[in-house]
């Protein structure tokens, strides 16, 4: 199976400010990537899909970038509602993988 | 809207086996692959099977080393997970959620809100 691995872990931040997540997949995966945020209690929902399209509704405060095995997902100007863990998944091949998640949190 | 409304979870002792259901409506259920992720308490999310549209094709997450069995209906707009010889690991809330579209689409662009799943003696 396709590992993905999320860097960092957590993070702390203000708003305002940017922030930037990455995500590494053990093997080439072309642009075939999602980007998911979850807050405490709720399922997640997606916002990236094929690396850097973002999905209908999200705010374009969000974007992702990347191909291959390393991709990015940036908050631009962080806002309240967006303290959640982001989690990337891989959709290039079954099994699909999901990564560790990262926590981003109030600074 | 689309509408994904899980049941069936609760508290089972392992070895044991529990059956989820997933009810579908706000779209054209049979037009579209439906997955089952899950998520231990306080842990990441864990992809665990995915069935397609016409029920034909099915894939499974390696840890599930042929114990769960994903399946549908289609006149019932309903999705199932058959679980069996449960161990503690298998403890977390399970979420069906909808294929964003065909062929390669395979991220899920829609989530039920989860069903609690305790494998306990």
């Known amino acids: 199976a396709i590992q993905l691995t999320q860097s960092p872990s957590s993070l702390s931040a203000s708003g305002g400010d940017r922030v930037t997540i990455t995500c590494r997949a053990s093997?080439?995966?072309?642009?075939?990537l999602a980007w998911y945020q979850q807050k405490p209690g709720k399922a997640p929902n997606v916002l990236i899909y094929?690396?850097?399209s973002l999905q209908s509704g999200v705010p374009s405060r969000f974007s992702g970038s990347g191909s291959g095995t390393d991709f990015t997902l940036t908050i631009n100007s962080l806002q309240p509602e967006d303290f959640a863990t982001y989690y990337c998944q891989q959709f290039n091949s079954y099994p699909l993988t999901f990564g560790g998640g990262t926590k981003v949190e109030i600074k | 809207q689309v509408q994904l409304v899980e049941s069936g979870g609760g508290v089972v002792q392992p070895g044991r086996s529990l059956r989820l259901s997933c009810a579908a409506s706000g779209f054209i259920f049979n037009n579209y692959g439906i997955h089952w992720v899950r998520q231990a308490p306080g842990k990441g999310l864990e992809w665990v099977a995915v069935i397609s549209s016409d029920g034909k094709i099915k894939y499974y997450g390696d840890f599930v080393k042929g114990r769960f069995t994903i399946s549908r209906d289609n006149s019932k707009a309903s999705l199932y997970l058959q679980m069996d010889s449960l161990t503690t690991e298998d403890t977390a809330i399970y979420y069906c959620?909808?294929?964003?579209?065909?062929?390669?689409?395979?991220?899920?662009?829609?989530w039920g809100q989860g069903t609690l799943v305790t494998v306990s003696a």
């Open positions: 093997q080439g995966i072309g642009r075939a």
């Open positions: 959620t909808k294929k964003a579209g065909t062929n390669t689409r395979r991220w899920s662009d829609s």
């Open positions: 094929d690396a850097s």
